[in-house]
């Protein structure tokens, strides 16, 4: 008896923990700690449908709760029958009604905040002086990394996404091979990205990622696209808009006043990377290879890597072993002294310092 006893005590402590900590996350990538308007908004329609289902089932059980109590066969005896409800117009008035209101409180506002988080009418907007008056980033999802190019600013980047808070920021989706899917957790949902056609949408960044734990937010890739699907992150940089005005006029200018830590690496670079990989930032999309001209300010390699010279090294050497299915091909030929200049390169690449 005593080893039932310990077996439920266990099961319900292991039901209270699952209560508790389905409610645990953290802030730069949980979906219930919303960072910006849009992710707000979706999250609001989670908590009208939870409360709405909640609602239901606590109905349900109550009604269960009372025939079970009120006509248990040992307080009313083996014969009696209850009273029979069927063709009761006035019931079936109740259970039809009660579920169409219900379906109404739903969709209405579903209905509302699908077109109010569609409206991308703004994005081309421009002034009288004919420029932009939103920022507008065409994102490009390739295996297994992303781009990000900024049209009306001439700058592309790759990795890590940097915006301004407090304003809407327009997106064009598409894919380079296969269908991926776009999604930053703590601002809002997901969309897809697809190979022939181009999704837009807009997010609201409301919350400044260097107060985070890892300073970004952090992104994914949301449909399965291959072997290294789980490894396709990108991270989120939110800043100011007079400090994301400073970052783009860095950009502009990286092409001419790039610092170069190691000339034997910029040398190793220039004849087995080039072909592939741009670091200026001034450019179009379209590359091979991720844009590395903001690789010594990002906070990891290959977006999951530990930002180190040695994991640097490790992934030119066997790109394949960390990240299956990608198309950078394997540089374990060079010799250790050019690997470590060529990684000394790469992480003095950099904007922001």
Not at 111 to 118: E, I, Q, S
Not at 155 to 174: G, R
Request: with cysteine; proline share 4%; hydrophobic share 45%.
């Amino acid at each position: 008896m005593m080893k039932g006893l310990k077996k439920w005590r266990l099961f319900s402590l292991l039901a209270v923990l699952t209560v508790f900590l389905a409610g645990c996350g953290q802030e730069e990538i949980s979906t219930l700690l919303p960072a910006g308007q849009v992710g707000q908004d979706q999250f609001n329609l989670l908590l009208l449908s939870s409360a709405i289902m909640l609602l239901v089932i606590i109905v349900v059980v109550v009604i269960y709760l009372i025939a079970l109590v009120r006509f248990r066969r040992s307080k009313l005896g083996e014969d009696h029958i209850p009273e029979q409800v069927e063709g009761s117009h006035k019931l079936e008035l109740i259970w039809t009604i009660i579920p169409i209101l219900l379906i109404l409180l739903l969709a209405v506002p579903t209905v509302y905040y699908t077109y109010k988080l569609g409206d991308v009418s703004a994005m081309g907007a421009v002034d009288e002086d004919g420029n932009a008056e939103n920022l507008v980033v065409d994102v490009t999802a390739k295996l297994y990394w992303w781009e990000f190019e900024y049209p009306d600013l001439g700058i592309v980047t790759a990795q890590e996404l940097v915006v301004p808070m407090d304003e809407k920021v327009y997106f064009n989706l598409i894919a380079a091979d296969v269908k991926h899917s776009f999604w930053i957790p703590a601002v809002g949902g997901k969309l897809d990205t697809n190979v022939e056609n181009v999704n837009k949408f807009y997010l609201v960044f409301e919350k400044d990622s260097r107060n985070l734990k890892d300073g970004v937010f952090y992104g994914k890739c949301a449909e399965l696209c291959g072997p290294s699907h789980a490894l396709m992150d990108f991270k989120v940089k939110t800043m100011p808009r007079p400090e994301f005005d400073k970052w783009v006029v860095a950009m502009q200018a990286s092409g001419e006043n790039q610092v170069v830590a190691n000339p034997q690496g910029e040398e190793v670079f220039q004849q087995s990377c080039i072909g592939c990989h741009a670091t200026s930032g001034v450019g179009t999309s379209g590359a091979l290879g991720p844009n590395l001209a903001t690789f010594g300010d990002r906070n990891r390699v290959a977006g999951f890597m530990d930002h180190t010279k040695k994991d640097l090294i490790d992934w030119i050497k066997y790109p394949q072993k960390n990240k299956p299915g990608n198309l950078m091909p394997e540089f374990d030929h060079l010799s250790d002294q050019d690997l470590d200049a060529l990684a000394e390169y790469l992480m003095g690449l950099s904007v922001e310092k």
